[in-house]
């Protein structure tokens, strides 16, 4: 079993900053990609930022510039640094995972977290 673990998300004026946090735990043998999307209210989820093995990392352009993803590889987690928030960041973010797991042989699969809330209030 593989679980994402997220934390961080809270309530916030705007202008302000939040730290969210991703922990991949279980039979995990590699990680290829990790990142962040959201969901506002009705609308679809979208990407904000993915961190790669290798460290390439891609952000939306709506959060460039103020958001920042980073990964820590012997924890498994990823982190991403909110600051000059802004009401139209207001949603549920959700960590992404795309990993190879297995005991005895490996497969590729993608995992979702639960989601985390970010408000914030103008």
């Known amino acids: 079993q593989v679980q994402l673990v997220e934390s961080g998300g809270g309530l916030v004026q705007a202008g302000g900053s939040l730290r969210l946090s991703c922990a991949a735990s279980?039979?995990?043998?590699?990680?290829?990609?990790m990142g962040w999307y959201r969901q506002a209210p009705g609308k679809q989820r979208e990407l904000v930022a993915t961190i790669s093995s290798g460290g390439t990392i891609n952000y939306s352009d709506s959060v460039r510039g103020r958001f920042t993803i980073s990964r820590d590889n012997a924890k498994n987690t990823v982190y991403l640094q909110m600051n000059s928030l802004e009401p139209e960041d207001t949603a549920v973010y959700y960590c992404?995972?795309?990993?190879?797991?297995?005991?005895?042989?490996?497969?590729?699969?993608?995992?979702w977290g639960q989601g985390t809330q970010v408000t914030v209030s103008s």
């Open positions: 279980g039979s995990i043998i590699s990680i290829i990609l």
């Open positions: 992404n995972a795309d990993l190879i797991v297995g005991i005895t042989s490996g497969y590729r699969r993608l995992y």
